[in-house]
């Protein structure tokens, strides 16, 4: 069993930045791919960020692309989601997500919740205007 616990959520303001981790527990994260999701209130969980287990491949939301990237470090066995230029529409609970086949490549099924077995308990984000 994997326990994730994310970190680094806050209130920014508009354009602002906030670095998220992810840290595991319980087992090394090193042969997992790994995903970032966020729900804001009234709204469906939805699709972030993803990772491969070598940190080699990423996948991005149409709607963070080219403001948030996905990294990792397992050495240190955390995952990170650095978000700049936040707006206002990225207020939302955000959560780290892991998929425990190991070394598995990225695929279609990365971008669903399906696609993942363990989760953290979320980090709130609030941008204001």
């Known amino acids: 069993q994997v326990q994730l616990v994310e970190s680094g959520g806050g209130l920014v303001q508009a354009g602002g930045s906030l670095r998220l981790s992810c840290a595991a527990s319980?087992?090394?994260?090193?042969?997992?791919?790994m995903g970032w999701f966020r729900q804001a209130p009234g709204k469906e969980r939805e699709f972030v960020a993803a990772?491969?287990?070598?940190?080699?491949?990423?996948y991005y939301a149409d709607s963070v692309k080219g403001r948030f990237t996905i990294s990792r470090d397992n050495a240190k066995n955390t995952v990170y989601l650095q978000t700049n230029s936040l707006k206002p529409e990225d207020t939302a609970v955000y959560y780290c997500?892991?998929?425990?086949?190991?070394?598995?490549?990225?695929?279609?099924?990365?971008?669903?919740?399906?696609?993942?077995?363990?989760w953290g308990q979320g980090t709130q984000v609030t941008v204001s205007s």
């Open positions: 997500a892991a998929d425990r086949t190991a070394y598995t490549s990225l695929s279609g099924r990365h971008y669903q919740r399906q696609g993942y077995d363990y």
């Open positions: 319980g087992r090394t994260l090193s042969t997992y791919a």
């Open positions: 990772i491969n287990w070598s940190g080699g491949r990423t």
